[in-house]
């Protein structure tokens, strides 16, 4: 089974959310905390996850404070599929999985770029994977399941031949890799959509 690579959990550090209501209490001799803040976000001492949440350190992983950012959600697609390094390029932004909002959205804040996709609700809850630092945790898509969440967001292809093509020639997961994943959770997954892709998924590892 594929692992989350090693430089991926040693980056874990401390990560204590702090709200904008506990940083006004500690700085009680401030006329106006809400401008110390701003001067300590400037100054590297503060790193805004979102409206109201910071942390004091920006090595935290992108993907660890991704549920803060838009919730609920897991990081899957491209991001998690180079995290198990099934495909060679590096993903500088933390795309996620979520659900019943309005639109995709992005976001951009103080650890870097967030993207997350709409998938459907049936999908959503299985083959997640809760993953622990000693300090702080996050979900993640297993292998099977970010495939089958990146092919949700590809245009429909022709055929099950074009489903891997797609896989092999255009993500490069080698093949041999893609067959060491777990068929069976594939074909499960595949059921949930209600995609042509995903239809043609399961034919192509049927």
């Not at 549920?67 to 198990?84: H, K, M, N, T």
């Not at 932004?93 to 997350?116: I, M, P, V, W």
């Not at 089958?148 to 993500?171: E, H, I, S």
């Not at 994943?181 to 042509?196: A, N, P, V």
Request: net charge positive; with cysteine; hydrophobic share 35%.
């Amino acid at each position: 089974y594929h692992y989350v690579n090693d430089n991926f959990l040693r980056k874990a550090v401390n990560m204590e959310i702090l709200s904008i209501g506990q940083l006004r209490k500690e700085l009680p001799k401030y006329g106006n905390p809400d401008t110390k803040i701003g001067r300590m976000r400037e100054n590297g001492e503060l790193y805004r996850i979102r409206r109201g949440l910071y942390v004091r350190d920006k090595r935290i992983l992108k993907e660890a404070a991704s549920g803060l950012v838009c919730g609920p959600s897991y990081v899957s697609f491209e991001d998690a599929l180079s995290r198990y390094d099934l495909i060679p390029e590096r993903v500088n932004e933390c795309s996620c999985a979520t659900f019943a909002k309005q639109r995709n959205t992005h976001y951009n804040n103080d650890l870097g770029y967030y993207s997350f996709t709409n998938i459907p609700l049936r999908a959503f809850p299985y083959g997640v994977v809760l993953y622990k630092t000693p300090n702080y945790c996050w979900n993640m898509a297993s292998p099977e399941k970010a495939i089958c969440d990146l092919l949700y967001t590809r245009k429909p292809l022709k055929d099950a031949n074009d489903v891997l093509g797609f896989l092999f020639d255009g993500m490069r997961i080698e093949e041999d890799d893609f067959y060491s994943l777990d068929m069976e959770k594939i074909r499960f997954l595949s059921e949930l959509y209600g995609y042509s892709n995903l239809k043609l998924l399961k034919e192509a590892v049927s």
